[in-house]
């Protein structure tokens, strides 16, 4: 199995640069006089045991007169050295590479500076000798499968400096001693021992209320929790995100891509290497799963609840500011949602087909409106815009064929194209004197507006310019009315 890992997460084929005190050495920068610390020869494998007992690794080595920076553990530089029994990392080393000390049984002790940012994949796979470890508060990142199968490992420190733990780092850690809270095991430290949610507490839990201080849940976390029927969580994914942020993971991270009896698969889009273009994973998310409750976090990330048809009940918190793009998206089993009043944008496409949504209530805090952002909400019937609302976006109600009735505040410039399309059950709208630009086909196909007997053509004529530029109608002998504020005015 490690030979495979190892395959996976790449293996260097270069040897050695030089030797100093039993210590081998590859050159990172020759201008800057930087080295990393290496295995003897051409691959990990062509020498065993070329480290053994106690080893201090200097912070910096002098060869042929020119004196060179320790600053990085290079992969497998000590892989299966089954002898080596302690090491000393100096603080000039920032990274430990992956396999850095994979196999390494006889190992007992091992201190990690502060220096050190990011511990990468499989660091200490199978370091059975191990029974603590410290990671020290300036660490961000574990890599995978990083203390997979320390079998003698009972206590780690994980600092709350750490915002990334990727996959299967614990993985056969079998007398690891974790924190308890509410079905859930975590990693973490004296200040706050539930930093990591590492597991829940069995996979046949109903519910789970994930701690407040928790900043990392682990990828596949609750796989196969086919019993899962409501949980809390204080963000979105794998930790807390802001709009700006790459690999915003769905909801769907948590549950991983791996099927399981009582798993629905859902195919959930989000922003992986760039907020430019989205990629997707199909997750398996309990099909018993019908409630979630965020109880923190200002951000909710794109795509977060996609496709989501089981969840009936989604609670937004307060701190809460935006809402992202898709976030809702296809959640056909929503009938009703709150919008607390910290929100003050709801992103693109973010409700778009919640089908059983009947109602909805926006906020005075809420600025926009975006594209599509409750577009094909076929069962919506009525929503009330505030008049903090300032524009509406392109598509913003289209195909919302519950809706009947809808008044647009004083507050609204604009109202893009194709806005209310397809909202064959409107009669009566109300648009106030302020909205000065209304797009392309805004009203299409809402045939059961009629026209005011009340205007004549002198009005009809004076106004349509004005008011309805570029407003199309399907049947030209259907006559409309939009009212405006103590004005009424139409067009044919």
């Not at 494998?45 to 290079?74: A, L, M, Q, R």
């Not at 992969?75 to 990274?95: E, M, R, W, Y």
């Not at 001693?177 to 990693?187: G, H, K, P, Q, V």
């Not at 194209?417 to 086909?441: E, K, M």
Request: hydrophobic share 30%; net charge negative.
């Amino acid at each position: 199995m490690l030979t495979a890992l190892l395959m996976l997460f790449g293996q260097s084929l270069f040897a050695h640069d030089f030797e100093v005190d039993g210590i081998y050495y590859k050159y990172l920068s020759q201008e800057d006089k930087t080295v990393s610390v290496s295995y003897r020869g051409s691959s990990s494998d062509e020498y065993s045991n070329e480290y053994s007992g106690d080893v201090v690794i200097p912070s910096s080595v002098t060869y042929n007169g020119t004196t060179y920076s320790v600053t990085y553990i290079g992969g497998q530089a000590f892989c299966d050295c089954t002898s080596l029994t302690n090491i000393k990392i100096p603080s000039s080393v920032t990274s430990i590479g992956y396999g850095a000390f994979c196999g390494c049984t006889g190992l007992t002790s091992i201190e990690i500076p502060s220096s050190v940012t990011s511990i990468g994949n499989l660091v200490f796979w199978g370091c059975t000798g191990l029974t603590s470890i410290e990671i020290p508060n300036g660490v961000t990142s574990i890599g995978e499968w990083v203390f997979s199968y320390c079998t003698g490992l009972t206590s780690i420190e994980i600092p709350s400096s750490v915002t990334s733990i990727l996959n299967n780092a614990f993985e056969g850690c079998e007398k690891l001693e974790y924190n308890e809270y509410d079905n859930a095991l975590y990693l973490g430290n004296t200040d706050n021992p539930y930093v990591a949610l590492i597991k829940p507490k069995s996979k046949e839990i109903a519910t789970c209320d994930i701690h407040e201080n928790c900043k990392v849940i682990l990828y596949n976390a609750f796989s196969g929790c086919s019993s899962l029927e409501s949980i809390a969580l204080p963000f979105v994914g794998d930790k807390p995100h802001t709009a700006t942020d790459t690999y915003q993971y769905p909801f769907g991270y948590i549950f991983g891509t791996d099927s399981y009896a009582g798993g629905t698969a859902t195919k959930q889009y989000y922003y992986g290497s760039s907020t430019s273009s989205t990629t997707f994973a199909t997750y398996y998310i309990p099909s018993s799963l019908n409630s979630v409750k965020i109880t923190g976090s200002s951000y909710i990330p794109y795509g977060a609840f996609r496709g989501c048809t089981g969840l009936t009940s989604i609670t937004i918190p307060s701190s809460v500011t935006s809402i992202g793009g898709y976030a809702f998206y296809g959640c056909t089993g929503l009938t009703s949602i709150e919008i607390p009043s910290s929100v003050t944008s709801i992103g693109d496409m973010a409700f778009n087909k919640c089908l059983g949504l009947t109602s909805i209530e926006l906020p005075s805090s809420v600025t926009s409106i975006g594209y599509g952002a409750f577009s094909n909400c076929t069962g919506l019937t009525s929503i009330e815009i505030p008049s903090s609302v300032t524009s509406i976006g392109k598509y913003a109600f289209y195909s919302c064929s519950g809706l009947t009735s809808i008044e647009i505040p004083s507050s609204v410039t604009s109202i893009g194209d194709y806005a209310f399309q397809g909202c064959s059950g409107l009669t009566s709208v109300v648009i106030p004197s302020s909205v000065t630009s209304i797009g392309d086909y805004a009203f299409q196909g809402c045939r059961l507006l009629r026209s005011d007997e009340r205007c004549d053509s002198k009005q009809r004529d004076e106004h349509r310019r004005l008011c309805v530029p570029r407003l199309h109608w399907p049947d030209e002998h259907h006559l409309f009315s939009i009212l405006f504020t103590n004005v009424h005015f139409f067009y044919f």
